[in-house]
């Protein structure tokens, strides 16, 4: 009697997102039991290089410095890096001779960070994060397709993380057709619960340090939180977790005076993380003293008001008129019955970043992005 | 050899041909479940029965009976996974349905055994599965809900309210809430929503109470739970223990404290001090007892919830300031000392305000704070509404 060998159970990679999947299961039809190896040593491959050489579609941080006027500029092999191109039907992603193996993928992301992201000569900048984050996606694409996991996938992933969460703030406030937000967290998200996933396997040494900026910049997920619950003890009261958490329960419990005092002690890429909580929390502090202070006769004073919102006085007396709250020279008179929700034209979060501009200070962006303190 | 196997097939094949001409779903199922004795006959353990099947069967029973052959072949061989995929939904007849009941209990069966299995390789794996299982439940759910063709009795939509059951227990372990909102509107608008059995009314309510919690919807929650808890089978100790242990935190939001009776009763004397904490006021309490039980409550799934009991906490600790300092002026400085005195970390006289604040605007406080005066004004009556009248 044949015994059916269809009873074996499949090696089958843990996936983290639907975008994965669809990227990935052209490949799986093909070659279920092993992933394709890549043998591509440059930033691109050979191929891509003549082909949008032949069609003008290189970007100009690919060119070859002296023929960017030319008819068809010419490539510059060393800064040429490979394009993410949308799966298709017909379209053969897994040629080894396209993919880059583990190595040269973390090469490749240092080239863009030290070289691209980090150079102060290329402006303006959102172009610079445009370039980056398509450049960045190829790699991951190319992770997906060999199935990199482990050590060698964290490092690729840890780098796009602190490039993603830094652009979140420093492009805040951009114009949508220069820079989505939306897109950002998107592929923020992806890629942190991909890190996260990759560190449920081994030693990493850098998981403290993103454990905390995914409780930072998911605050008040209740996802969020019950996953750092469950981490193994050491990374749970490590201290960038606990500080973390801390924030993370001062929200639950509605205290945001303890929240942005809190927020002083974080590092500047944890700011970044947080950043974009930041203009609902003082908006809900002046919510709930606009409740809890809310009498005719009683004044709050601005610079006490500046002070627990880590604001200018100016900023702070700003806020409060948006909000319909009385401003009366360096007072404030809260009344529960004029707060309005209504969002402002004027100010916006970008009005509001020195909290965690100050924490740049003289450090590097490269430094930053690298994880070097 | 081929001849002998056929011979073993009969016998057993008579009664299934007999259950299945008299339509008796309930014998049909018995003679398909793993209990029969046939199960242990290692010459019905076939991993290619098909056209043995098609022999002696009729479709769609043959097909059916290869099935659950295929499956007695997995399961000797210890390959779980393979039998749970043997499982398969067979559409047209409506006395299958408690065929198919038993089906599905056998798939989840199977299915534990899988999980523990695949456990061993890997945490990722269990939940593909369990997806995987949820994707095959949904697609038997719409066969049930679409059903519009026989009388009521016969109805497959008799069905959809056990496997709504089975999806929402996999939703939960797999941490996908959001997938329990079709299936709740689903039961909301079908008419048969009362004259489900009890027993599957109690546990749709209890995922249903479980939901609401993590949408804050206490309210509701707490509609939901009680039911459960009141209607479950007196004898059973354990269900009735579980509901419990997501009943209490609700309840225990909205002002009321379980005794120490009922929590001796069911085995739940981790929620003691956290009770004592909470009606005390006595925030040093609370943060020890929820850091003693933390990986009861973290299992649980409940930690966060319990954090919440704080605000309540909060609230009496600075109401009984108020009823030692019998004035309705209360200098600020008297809740920092209160807060002090329960160790409460870092705390300054700006983080009181704003967790007066709070109280003041959900309701908890009648009063308003004069930051001038660093006092905080209370009205003369009733300053410290009772806590099950605040939303």
């Not at chain 1, 806020?319 to 100010?347: M, W």
């Not at chain 2, 009890?198 to 919690?213: D, E, I, N, S």
């Amino acid at each position: 009697m044949n015994r059916s060998a269809a009873s074996r159970p499949r090696p089958h990679s843990r996936k983290a997102g639907g975008r994965r999947r669809e990227e990935h299961c052209k490949t799986e039809e093909k070659a279920d039991d092993v992933a394709p190896r890549g043998t591509c040593t440059t930033m691109c491959p050979i191929s891509e290089v003549r082909q949008r050489e032949a069609q003008n579609r290189l970007h100009h941080f690919e060119v070859l410095a002296g023929t960017e006027r030319n008819r068809l500029p010419r490539a510059d092999v060393c800064r040429a890096v490979k394009e993410y191109s949308r799966p298709a039907a017909g379209k053969d992603t897994t040629r080894a001779s396209e993919l880059r193996p583990p190595d040269v993928l973390l090469k490749t992301v240092c080239y863009l960070v030290d070289d691209v992201a980090a150079c102060p000569s290329r402006q303006p900048w959102t172009e610079v994060y445009s370039f980056v984050f398509d450049r960045l996606r190829s790699v991951r694409q190319d992770m997906v397709i060999q199935r990199v996991s482990g050590p060698e996938c964290a490092s690729v992933l840890e780098r796009t993380v602190r490039f993603l969460l830094y652009a979140s703030y420093r492009l805040c406030g951009q114009p949508l057709r220069l820079y989505d937000p939306h897109i950002n967290d998107t592929h923020l998200q992806e890629s942190l619960s991909w890190l996260l996933e990759c560190y449920s396997e081994g030693q990493h040494q850098h998981q403290d340090e993103f454990q905390a900026l995914s409780l930072l910049y998911n605050l008040g997920s209740p996802r969020a939180l019950q996953h750092a619950l469950e981490l193994p003890h050491k990374v749970r009261h490590s201290s960038p977790v606990q500080l973390a958490l801390a924030l993370n329960r001062a929200y639950m419990e509605r205290n945001p005076v303890r929240l942005l005092r809190l927020a002083q002690r974080l590092d500047f890429l944890q700011a970044c993380a947080l950043h974009r909580h930041l203009l609902s929390c003082r908006r809900d502090l002046l919510l709930l003293y606009s409740h809890g202070h809310s009498s005719r006769n009683c004044r709050f004073p601005i610079q006490k008001l500046a002070d627990i919102l880590s604001l200018e006085c100016s900023l702070a007396a700003q806020l409060c008129q948006t909000h319909g709250i009385h401003v009366n020279g360096d007072y404030v008179v809260f009344s529960k019955g004029s707060f309005t929700e209504s969002p402002s034209e004027e100010l916006q979060c970008a009005h509001m970043h020195k909290l965690v501009d100050d924490k740049q200070q003289d450090l590097s962006l490269s430094n930053i992005i690298h994880g070097i303190a | 050899e081929t001849h002998l196997k056929i011979h073993y097939i009969l016998p057993r094949e008579e009664q299934v041909l007999e259950a299945i001409d008299t339509r008796d779903g309930v014998f049909c199922a018995e003679l398909l479940s793993f209990k029969h004795p046939h199960v242990a006959n290692p010459r019905l353990q076939l991993s290619s029965p098909e056209d043995k099947c098609q022999q002696v069967l009729e479709p769609p029973y043959d097909e059916m009976v290869a099935a659950h052959l295929r499956c007695t072949y997995a399961v000797a061989n210890h390959d779980f996974v393979e039998a749970y995929k043997s499982f398969q939904a067979h559409k047209e007849e409506n006395w299958y349905v408690s065929l198919f009941k038993q089906k599905c209990i056998l798939a989840e069966q199977c299915f534990k055994s899988a999980e523990q299995q695949l456990q061993k390789k890997g945490k990722g794996k269990v939940g593909d599965m369990l997806e995987k299982a949820a994707e095959q439940l949904m697609s038997c759910f719409r066969v049930c809900a679409s059903d519009n063709r026989a009388g009521i009795d016969d109805s497959k939509k008799w069905g959809m309210l056990f496997l709504i059951n089975q999806l929402f227990k996999i939703y939960f372990k797999i941490n996908k809430l959001h997938l329990c909102k079709p299936l709740i509107r689903a039961i909301d608008s079908s008419n048969l929503k009362d004259d489900y059995s009890m027993a599957q009314r109690v546990t749709y309510k209890y995922y249903v109470g479980r939901k609401a919690m993590f949408d804050s919807n206490f309210k509701l929650a707490e509609e939901y739970l009680s039911f459960s808890f009141q209607h479950s089978h007196r004898s059973c100790q354990r269900n009735k223990r579980l509901i419990l242990i997501y009943l209490l935190p609700v309840k225990m939001l909205l002002g009321h404290m379980p005794t120490t009776q009922l929590l001796k009763k069911y085995d739940l004397m981790q929620f003691t001090d956290v009770t004592k904490a909470v009606s005390e006021g006595n925030l040093l309490l609370l943060n020890e007892a929820l850091a003693k039980h933390e990986t009861f409550f973290i299992r649980c799934g409940i930690f966060l919830i319990l954090e919440k009991l704080k605000i309540i906490t909060y609230r009496n600790l600075f109401k009984k300031v108020y009823l030692l300092l019998k004035t309705h002026q209360l200098p600020l400085d008297a809740f920092l000392v209160a807060l002090k005195m329960m160790q409460v970390e870092e705390v300054d006289i700006d983080e009181v305000q704003c967790i007066l604040a709070n109280l003041i605007y959900m309701g908890h406080i009648k009063g308003y704070i004069s930051h001038q005066h660093q006092k905080l004004v209370v009205s003369k009556q009733n300053p410290f509404p009772p806590l099950s009248s605040v939303s």
